[in-house]
């Protein structure tokens, strides 16, 4: 079940732009443009296929498609029906630049756009083609783009929240010397933002080793971080980086508490050579795991089952269901005050002030500018055993420090 709470206003009048948002080819009285005909509307999927995040962005793909059958089956919008239009950029900025202005002129709006660096690359063409956009990247500094719309919260926050569950469990304490790995980019550095606020009020010794994506054997930064007396390690990293933490953590006998943005983790590793190696892993996410013990999960777990997808269960799948789920509320939002344009997406997502998943994510606020949509998170372990590999040890929460922290572009 979803809810969606919006205001309403007068039907917008067109302006011209570069992405010819004025182009009316309406059905009715209900105006319409890019990527809409009178029976569809096309939505953009640029993801990563074949790279570094190919499994948790393959995921949230079959998330997306299994939404698009239901809403389609239960008569879409504004009597038409929605479909996909996806393409892979391997996570490779240059071939998504390549890639995008021969999806931009199809689509309404971007579904799913992985990775912080393509988003880093696409932006300035996304705010200048007003195509409203869910990144599969949770980096609070995208909020500087009025048309970037994330489900879920951001990896500072995701930190802050996880530091805080850490300590409520007896794990670290004020005054604690603690290391953050984090990868070069918006990616790693938004990590690194949560870590040194939450730092900051708990009186703790950060120590920060940054690397590249290409890193693979990080043993002698584990090395270097028992040298300094660390209680936990923090990781914003590849998935495979983060299985060479943890099976550095038990080679050196440190066995401490490894706290991991959401993209950190595969299930994949569970056939890794770290696989022994994840018991003192804690994955800190807004969206719930694959198997999470919730009707909406439950309910999207056995029709991923069903459709008979190669890929194994990943914590990908509901994420990718909720922010379809998100993406049809604003949808039906736009058709409700009949502008299927961009600036009426854009006008809908704004004015979205509660949006619920079924607590697939958190409920969601876009109303504030700058603002993560929700500051609570789910904290998660690895599981072999569970389907996606992971199991939730730590229902829905906001940590006091996460209510208190003011995001980077928040007015």
Known sequence: MKR???????????????????????????????????TEITLGVMTDQTGPFKNISTAITHGNELWVKDFNAAGGVCGRKVKLEVVDHGYKADTAKTLYPQLEP??????????SPIMAALGKNIETDKLTTTPASWSSELLSNPYVMIVGTTYDVEMIDGLSYLQKEGMIADGDAIGHIYVDGEYGANGLRGSKYYAQQHNMKLSEVKITSTDTDLTNVVTGLKGQGVKAILVTTTPTQTGSVAAANKALGLNMPILGNNPSFDPVLHQSPAASALDKMYIVASTVP?????????????????????EPPHAGVPYGYAVAEVWGAVLKEACGIKDLTRDGIHFAMQRTTSADTGDLVAKLDFGKAGAPATRQVYVAQ??????????????????????TYKAPHEK
């Open 4 to 38: 969606l709470l919006v205001a309403s206003l007068l039907l917008l009048t067109a302006c011209s732009t570069k992405a010819g948002n004025t182009t009316d080819t309406s059905s009715g009285d209900v105006k319409s443009g890019i990527g809409v005909t009178d």
């Open 290 to 310: 694959f198997s999470a013990d919730i009707p909406k999960a439950k309910e999207i777990a056995a029709k991923y089952t069903a459709a008979g997808f190669k």
């Open 106 to 115: 199809k689509v309404l709006g971007m579904v799913q756009l992985v990775g």
């Open 382 to 403: 690895p599981d072999a055993s569970a389907p996606g590999g992971q199991k939730y040890v730590q229902q829905l929460f906001e940590a006091d420090q996460a209510k």
